[in-house]
């Protein structure tokens, strides 16, 4: 009798255990089948420190014969000199803008800068400098893929040599691509309505330099 109750007890944990492997495999495989919402992707314009201009679509591209108009679409806007510039809020105090990149071409020279607020880099603008400045590079120059990491890995180096204050305020510049002329220097500023310190790239455009800017 006690051998028939214990078959029955174990025939029953033993159903009772398969009803549940078999529930747990379908919830398993329901859960596959579900759809997943989509994720938001944003695409962190260089000229941006505000996540909501992030998520928002890039403006059409400014009807313009200008060697920059492509960075319409990373936020800049064109001044009435020719420049390019990128005008950000100043987190720290309400109402106050001021220029954070600018490039222009000038005497077949491509000349792009990143100024510094009382000579300190603003939380990521090292990132975004760089970023600015491989743009340029890789537009207006033929310098080969290899070539652009080993260019990078030096602009990196050198801001963030900047950023440590390893580097002193001075007109000296650092050649960082021989065939194209092009050279890095931190330098005050002693012109024109911003005053302080910026970052700047020259770089010599070649004669047939609208070949570079239709690359993707």
């Not at 105090?93 to 222009?104: H, I, M, N, Q, S």
């Not at 180096?157 to 002329?181: Q, T």
Request: aromatic share 10%; glycine share 6%.
């Amino acid at each position: 009798m006690n051998k028939i109750m214990y078959l029955s007890r174990l025939v029953a944990i033993t159903s009772v255990f398969l009803m549940t492997m078999s529930n747990n495999k379908q919830l398993f495989a329901n859960a596959q089948e579900a759809p997943t919402a989509p994720e938001i992707t944003t695409n962190q314009k260089i000229c941006s420190l505000d996540p909501v201009e992030d998520l928002l679509p890039s403006l059409p591209n400014q009807k313009t014969n200008s060697l920059f108009s492509y960075l319409a679409e990373e936020g800049f806007s064109r001044s009435e000199d020719g420049s390019w510039v990128c005008y950000v809020n100043d987190p720290n105090k309400e109402g106050r803008y001021y220029t954070l990149f600018k490039v222009k071409e000038q005497n077949g020279k491509l000349i792009g800068s990143s100024f510094l607020d009382d000579g300190n880099l603003i939380v990521g603008q090292d990132g975004r400098s760089l970023d600015f400045f491989m743009t340029l590079i890789e537009r207006h120059t033929n310098i080969t893929q290899e070539n652009q990491e080993s260019v990078r890995r030096y602009l990196d180096a050198f801001i963030s040599l900047v950023k440590d204050n390893k580097i002193k305020p001075s007109r000296r510049g650092f050649l960082f691509d021989e065939p194209n002329r092009a050279l890095i220097m931190y330098h005050p500023l002693s012109t024109g309505g911003i005053k302080g310190t910026a970052i700047t790239i020259n770089i010599q455009l070649s004669k047939n330099v609208s070949s570079y800017p239709t690359q993707n």
